[in-house]
């Protein structure tokens, strides 16, 4: 991967960070960097695991409110970002790594469930700086630190999740599909459309703001001949003590379609769509 790739273009992250399989426990021979789950915003859904990593850090990186849900789980220092200037964050969090600091990347909920361009980001970040040396003292670091320091995941509770468990949708009667990531979408929209439509399983699906929201996605499954009646939960800041369960039907919910700003839809950021086929 290079600097300032484009996600139309390629190469994706995501496909970056699942190019090969974690490396085994007993092949590590110092610890890994990690990018950890933090859950769906509820701090009792931290896994100890997760906790641990962050608490034992010495540096952390991630989205600002990702960091401020979890500063005061430890004492490491805290590279906060936004879009604009992630690219900055990662690189200074892997020059820390590079010399042989602990680190810690978070991510809101489960980096499995749409995390992935995030962790390949970090993924590479890590390795170019563990590659580049302008110094001696660079380059013995880096030998110390890599390959030695892998990227390994730490699993979080996912808000799909929770959705599955507020919608009673058995995750393996269901199709997820997030479109809560960057780039080109249209595989993943068809893939939606055809889970409701031909393949008749229930849906979970991540909708990306503010083009992609539940409104549009339900008039996107009535364009694919999706039956108008079919049940739509948009669950709304799970696990939040302001946790919202709105129902509708699929042709309810369309006519909330339209536009790509947050006034132009009734719901926040922080939902799951569930579609339920019937029983």
């Known amino acids: 991967?290079?600097?300032g790739y484009d996600l139309d273009a390629g190469p994706d992250p995501a496909t970056f960070a699942a190019?090969?399989?974690e490396p085994d426990i007993d092949e590590e021979i110092s610890d890994p960097v990690y990018v950890v789950g933090v859950g769906p915003g509820n701090r009792e859904f931290l896994t100890p695991r997760g906790e641990r990593a962050i608490r034992e850090a010495d540096v952390v990186v991630g989205f600002t409110t990702v960091v401020e849900f979890v500063e005061e789980l430890t004492d490491a220092e805290l590279l906060t970002c936004g879009y604009r200037d992630e690219a900055e964050a990662l690189e200074a969090f892997s020059e820390r790594v590079a010399a042989g600091e602990s680190g810690t990347a978070v991510a809101m909920g489960d980096p499995n469930h749409s995390g992935y361009q995030f962790v390949g980001k970090v993924q590479d970040a890590v390795e170019r700086s563990s590659t580049s040396?302008?110094?001696?003292?660079?380059?013995?670091?880096?030998?110390r630190a890599t390959p030695e320091r892998p990227i390994?995941?730490?699993?979080?509770?996912s808000s799909l999740?929770?959705?599955?468990s507020r919608a009673r949708i058995p995750m393996e009667?269901?199709?997820?599909?997030?479109l809560h990531k960057s780039g080109d979408l249209e595989d993943d929209v068809d893939r939606l459309g055809r889970a409701v439509v031909e393949d008749g399983r229930h849906l979970l699906a991540l909708p990306r703001p503010y083009d992609r929201m539940p409104g549009d996605l339900a008039a996107l499954l009535l364009e694919r001949g999706a039956d108008p009646e079919l049940e739509a939960l948009v669950c709304e800041k799970l696990t939040h003590d302001d946790?919202?369960?709105?129902?509708?039907?699929?042709?309810?919910?369309?006519?909330?379609?339209?536009?790509?700003g947050p006034e132009d839809t009734p719901f926040s950021d922080l939902v799951v769509l569930?579609?339920?086929?019937?029983v």
């Not at 309810?252 to 379609?257: K, Q, W």
């Open 274 to 278: 569930a579609v339920r086929q019937p």
């Open 243 to 260: 946790e919202r369960i709105h129902r509708f039907t699929v042709a309810e919910l369309s006519t909330h379609a339209g536009g790509d």
């Open 173 to 178: 009667d269901a199709e997820f599909v997030t």
């Open 1 to 3: 991967m290079s600097d």
């Open 19 to 21: 190019g090969s399989p």
């Open 133 to 143: 040396s302008d110094s001696h003292t660079r380059r013995d670091a880096v030998e």
């Open 161 to 164: 999740q929770v959705a599955a």
């Open 152 to 157: 390994r995941i730490v699993p979080g509770i």
